[in-house]
């Protein structure tokens, strides 16, 4: 057997520790170190986390004992950590969204030399839910795909300090979670946004904090999403077709209660239950083994970052805003 695969981690936000690293050790990993701007944060969340230990920044892209680097940083510093543990020779999987317009994940991307690897984490793609859906979609269980629904939606009502509140840091609803209805849509239809009509509501502080947006596709299709952050945690989907449709609890992340759903006409078809394994675990296994070289990458960010910059472009500069709410 190889040795675990080591990854070392950037930044101590709640996603690294409730979903990164328990689908790390199911895939066998380790994750040796932690980097925080707080020495005494690092220590305390590497020891509350079962990571070896923590330092810098700095001395987790250097690191001998890393061989792949999670970026889990505030917005602002995706592309420019993300960048550093490249030059360092490390795999990088960086969050959401890679990079916070088109012109900085092109300067992101071209740097990216032809051995290097790096992803933006829309684990989804790598989630056996969504090779079911293409399937379905592919062998025409819904006739011609012509439309998809899709919200996520989280309530962080009454938080204050909070990172998705901040402009500066690249917060608001359409980064944190408006990018998935648009990244699935991408994903499914094959193409990318040609139109967006666009509103939001803004903070106090200066993001959205919802927003909804009809995006046109090529060939009369188009996304017709909203997501935000002060309502209950919803992510259905309805993934549309002449003569049917697919209902899906949760396209993002999905748990083992969640399913997809066929209907065609009004009346149901078929149940599937969502595989095993969370989106982060199939990822993970994916990028271990691209490392080993027993796999060819996939959905890699020179194939999409860009294109998936591009659209957030183009629906935020479609927005129209409203009074604060």
Known sequence: MPDPMRWGVLGTANIAAKAFLPALREAGGVAT?????????????????????????????????????????????????????????????????IALNAAQAEHLVAAVGPDDLLWESFVFAFHPQTTLLERLVAEGRIGDLTEIVSEFHFDITGATGNI?????????????????????????????????????????GGVELDMAAVVDFPQSRR???????RRPMSTFT???????ELRVTNPFHPTARDTVELWVGR??????????????????????????????AQHTAVQDAVQQARSLDLVRAAATTGEAR
């Open 223 to 229: 996304l017709i999403m909203s997501a935000g952050m």
């Open 33 to 97: 170190v932690v980097g925080s701007r707080s020495e005494n944060r690092g220590q305390t969340w590497a020891a509350e986390n079962g990571v070896t230990r923590a330092g810098t920044y700095e001395s987790v892209v250097a690191a001998d004992d890393v061989d792949a680097v999670y970026v889990a940083l505030p917005n602002d510093q995706h592309s420019v950590w993300a960048a550093a543990a490249l030059a360092a020779g490390k795999a990088v999987l960086c969050e959401k969204p």
């Open 164 to 204: 998705r509140l901040s402009r500066e840091l690249g917060g608001g609803a359409l980064y944190d979670v408006g990018c998935y209805p648009l990244r699935l849509a991408r994903h499914l239809f094959g193409s990318e946004p040609v139109h967006a009509a666009t509103a939001l509501t803004p903070s106090p």
């Open 238 to 244: 309805r993934i549309v077709g002449t003569t049917g």
């Open 267 to 296: 009346e149901h078809v078929e149940t599937w239950p969502a595989a095993s394994g969370s989106a982060f675990r199939h990822a993970i296994d994916h990028i271990n083994a691209v490392i080993l070289g027993q796999a060819t």
